[in-house]
Each structure stands twice: as C-alpha cells, then as structure tokens.
C-alpha cells in the first residue's frame, strides 16, 4: 500500500502546476490533500475523479480557505467527515475513509502564523483534538493520519530552529502536545522510523530563497498507530517538481487494502 499526502494550498493552483498529471503515474493506493481553498463546486471533474481515483472531500464553510480531501480507487467502506466539534468542522480539517480495520484520516491542523486569532484557533483545536484521538485510538482499530499538522516536532524538523522557538509551529506547548501524541497516545511518526537524518524538510517559505537554500521545516507526517507504522517499508518526499510551498509526502506499507 502506497500513501501519498500533500498540502497543495489550493487544489486549482496545484492542477496548474501539474500535480494531476504527476498523480496517475505514482501507483498510489490512496492520497491525502490538504488547504483545498475550494468548494466542491469549484472543483474541475478531474479534481473529483481521475485515472479510477474517485474524491472524497470535506470542504471549509468559508469560501477559498482550508478543507481537505482523500483520493482511492478502492471504494471505502464508510467516509466520516469532521470530529464532531463545530469550532473545528467549519473549517473543514479532518476527512477519515475506512478500509475493514484501517482508518486513513486526511488531517490539516490550523496555522497559527497570521496572528494571535489563528493562534488561539489552533490551541483549540490542540486542546479538544486530543481526547477525540485518545477516544479514537481505544477503538482497536488501525490508523493512519495524514497531512499537514503545523508543528515541526524536534529540532532536526527545521533549518532555523533556534530562531523559531518563540514562532508558532515550534513553540514549546505546541512540541509538547505532538509529543503527547506519541508517548501518551502512543502514536509512531512513521517517517522518521525509516529516516532519521536531517533536513527531510516539507514545507519552504515563500519568502526569500528558503527553497533554494533548503530552508525548511518538516511539518506533514503521516502518524500511525503501531502495528501499521510497523509495516512500513519506504519513505520519501518527493521534491523533482513542485505543486505548492509543500512537498508530496509518500510512504509505502507492506499492508494490502
């Protein structure tokens, strides 16, 4: 099983840049987005369904911003959207398809770098995501969430890490809370099981020549529940082209759906 994730940060601009003719050719088994910045509505037919992929989506209420999907050509058998929580369904972050006992979760935590607002905006969806996973994590079930969290959890996760101890992203309650949900929850940052070396960034500014320079920080995972994470076979991220500030995530699973 191949997983792809990525934050496109706007499906149509990714499409312009080629990511759709990119998907088809990577086998993938199922592929996670992330900051659609679109509706349904808004979406061409190929951003739905293509090459025997079909779209599954949860979409912001506010137009043009956040909103995840996941993409499969193995039909799910059930697609919950959102966690339950109004303050954190509207802006459309959480997308889980199940496939028998594997849930894959297409996952998109706030940023909290605009402001003091968004910052607030994100402690929330930290302080009442938790329980939901602890909850979630007791059903015995496998999982395996995908996507875009904000946090860079240690410091080999970014170039600049002492000059961001005071930025959101790598904040110390924000490093702290990731940590809970490896040791407490006992949850596996699969990528660094297979790859512990450093600068494996994800995401790069826009400002400056942070991509040039590989100035990055590792901030899209795909964190899984042991027995799952345990399969894993090969991780990389794939940075030869680009469809976004981020780079595609991908990991393969000796797991068959």
């Known amino acids: 099983m191949r997983i792809i994730t990525l934050n496109v940060n706007g499906i149509r601009a990714a ?23 679109a509706g349904v509505d808004d979406m061409s037919p190929e951003m739905k369904a293509f090459d025997g992929y079909q779209g599954y989506f949860h979409c912001a209420e506010k137009k043009g911003y956040s909103g995840v999907g996941v993409y499969t050509r193995n039909k799910p058998d059930q697609v919950i959207e959102g966690v339950g929580i109004p303050g954190i369904d509207s802006e459309g972050r959480y997308l889980r398809v199940d496939f028998g006992s594997l849930s894959i979760v297409s ?20 302080e009442h995501f938790f329980p939901f996973l602890e909850e979630f994590s007791k059903e015995g079930r496998e999982i395996i969430l995908c996507g875009d969290w904000n946090i860079a ?74 027995s799952v994470a345990d399969k894993a076979t ?24």
């Not at 499409?15 to 910045?37: H, R, S, T």
């Open 15 to 37: 499409a312009k840049k080629g990511l759709f003719n990119w998907l088809p050719l990577q086998q993938a088994d199922v592929i996670c987005v992330q900051e659609l910045k």
């Open 107 to 126: 996952i998109y935590l706030p940023s909290g770098s605009s402001g003091e607002h968004r910052q607030d905006a994100k402690f929330y969806f930290m």
């Open 153 to 226: 959890h240690k410091a080999i996760d970014l170039k600049n890490w002492r000059s961001n101890q005071k930025n959101s992203g790598f904040l110390p309650e924000e490093r702290a809370w990731l940590s809970a949900v490896f040791e407490e929850l006992k949850f596996v940052d699969v990528f660094r099981r297979l790859n512990s070396e450093s600068e494996q960034y994800t995401w790069w500014s826009n400002r400056g020549q942070a991509w040039a320079n590989n100035v990055g920080w590792r901030i899209d995972y795909q964190i899984a529940t042991a």
């Open 234 to 257: 090969q991780v990389s991220i794939y940075k030869q082209e680009r469809f976004s500030d981020h780079a595609p995530l991908i990991i393969d699973y000796d797991y068959q759906l």
